[in-house]
């Protein structure tokens, strides 16, 4: 009995590895199938017996229930089982495919699930990351679609098994794609609605008011601002979003609405943020920009609306000692910028600005800014500092 060894009876059928009874009554059996097969003595052992426990002249009766069946020339079978009527893009090799499976035998005994752990199986495919059969079974794949993968042992795990997957074992795995990616894979964006006069266009620096909508891309719902009630303000380029939605917010005007699709390398990465988006995920933003404040040149968080004073200097040092503190300086900042004679870098808090403009010019750091040391930023040809 098979059952007392606790493994199952593995041979090839009808090409003379069995006694000729066996060999034949195999033959034409399903997968679940039960069978009781006699066998005369002239197609099993004959006269003589085995010498051991089968007598000579004795018939012979199994009891057969056949767990699986392959032939060596079998390749992997893919049953579509639900394919979505929108279908951008298929999966091809070189792609990153996040999905959950079932994985069972092919009686149906379980033997892993994705779902038990509560986490997709994230992989490469067409690449060897994963069984052969796999690899090919997830091939040509649309986000959202479910497909039944059989895979043949000889594409799985092979004569000796693995864990709790015996050997020469048929595979089944039930799957469902989450998302997927190319590491080559841009920002994609589609422009939903444009106003009619679309001509202030964002651009590095501009300080931005949106309402976004983020999702994964099977429509899971991840935050929005929305349900919130307020706007999410940034400053473009300034490095307070993902990469990826910096690109996606650029060249948009007031009143545009976009979908922007940003892929894991230009999002959350391989980690993820814990609790609220998963790894390697494929995020969608659903985007209305609500308002848009011009942002300064590269490089200035202070510029003058018009001409500047040629004893500025002075002006700035309203007691006259011949030095200014932070405090003079950002009492003399914060005056222009309420005449409307200067402007500040929108988005941005104004006593870091300050600081920073007054650190720039504090060249020796001691506190103090001196008519030597002060320079304003277009007489410096050949230095880098975000000051006047």
Known sequence: SSHNRMRTYD???GIGWLIPGMDQGLLGMCVGE?????IPPFLAYGEEGDGKE?????????DVALLDLHNPKDGVAVEQQHVPERCERRSQ???????HYNGTLLDGTLFDSS???NRTYDTYVGKGYVIAGMDEGLLGVCIGERR???IPPHLGYGEEGRGKIPGSAVLIFDIYVVDFHNPSDSVGITVTYKPSNCSVLSKKGDYLKYHYNASLLDGTLLDSTLSLGKTYNIVLGSGQVVVGMDMGLQDMCVGERRRVVIPPHLGYGEEGVEG???GSAVLVFDIELLELVSGLPEGYMFVWNGEVSPNLFEEIDQNHDGEVLLDEFSEYIQAQVDSGKGKLAPGFDFEKIV???????????NGKVTAEEFKLKDQEAKEEHDEL
């Open 148 to 150: 039944r993968i059989t």
């Open 355 to 365: 600081r920073n403009m007054f650190s720039n010019q504090d060249r020796d750091g």
């Open 34 to 38: 039960k069978r009781i097969i006699t």
């Open 11 to 13: 041979t090839y059928v």
């Open 54 to 62: 089968i007598p000579g002249q004795a018939s012979l009766v199994f």
């Open 93 to 99: 090799a070189g792609d990153f495919v996040r999905c």
């Open 276 to 278: 609220e988006v998963p």
């Open 115 to 117: 779902y038990a752990r």
